[in-house]
């Protein structure tokens, strides 16, 4: 299927690995311009030297603890460079804990690394894809939005909020050829993963391996998604043919979600 989205420009946060750098690849086989976005310079530029050259590729530093940094850097580089038609909203999740045990500071590092970043970034981008009549913001964010994840206390609430900032945004700028979608990545072979299994194996004194097997099986698929599946969705939802598609939530989660 051709996406149609050769020559687009895409801004793709917390893309120096996981998800996040699945997606700039899978946009960047489209013929997709990616902006890669992230904290540490040596693996942006890793990744950047991954991308397809023939394309105009390129990165930009920034840490989401520090908005008015993001928010600097990325007008700088659209008043330098150019606009995106593509923002994927991304970037690592809170801490993990009980609710009851979570401090206001880990609500507010998480409120505003995945609000704060998220509502900065779409003012930003924004204003080109209604002057383009086209733009596709894809937020990557949880299957807790449907179903709270016991252990991830902070987390279920601030992805949720990310949902609901995303429904209502979607009203506001479906009639300018603008969509956004939340894509809720299930059990994922990231770095993410393999933190939550450690602490869950913790907690259970039992092993990785032992925990790992247990969290298959929660699984009708019996494993755990690879990147690249997720930024499938990601990739599709930032096509032409997924026009109609805005303000939804889409589970990536191999069956796991009991909710509909």
């Not at 030297?49 to 105009?56: G, I």
Request: proline share 4%.
């Amino acid at each position: 299927m051709d996406l149609k989205i050769n020559n687009k420009n895409a801004l793709v946060c917390g893309s120096t690995e996981g998800i996040g750098k699945a997606a700039a690849m899978a946009l960047a086989a489209e013929g997709v311009n990616v902006t890669l976005v992230a904290r540490n310079r040596e693996k942006l530029k890793a990744v950047l030297a991954e991308l397809p050259q023939h394309r105009n590729h390129s990165h930009i530093v920034a840490d989401f603890s520090n908005p008015r940094d993001l928010q600097e850097q990325v007008i700088k580089f659209i008043e330098n460079h150019h606009g995106f038609h593509i923002l994927v909203n991304n970037t690592g999740g809170p801490r993990s804990g009980q609710i009851l045990h979570a401090s206001l500071d880990e609500f507010d590092k998480a409120f505003t690394q995945h609000i704060k970043c998220n509502h900065i970034l779409a003012q930003a981008t924004i204003p080109f894809m209604k002057d383009v009549g086209f733009g596709r913001i894809i937020n990557v964010i949880s299957t807790s939005v449907k179903e709270p994840i016991p252990g991830l206390g902070v987390s279920n609430t601030i992805r949720g909020a990310v949902a609901s900032w995303s429904k209502t945004l979607a009203t506001e700028i479906g009639a300018f050829g603008i969509t956004i979608n939340n894509v809720l990545p299930g059990f994922t072979d990231t770095n993410r993963l393999a933190e939550i299994i450690q602490i869950k194996a913790n907690a259970e004194e039992t092993t990785v391996d032992e925990m790992t097997k247990i969290m298959k099986n929660y699984v009708p698929a019996k494993r755990f998604a690879q990147p690249e599946e997720t930024a499938s969705v990601i990739a599709f939802l930032a096509s032409e043919q997924a026009a109609y598609i805005n303000g939804a939530n889409i589970p990536v989660d191999g069956g796991r979600t009991k909710s509909m």
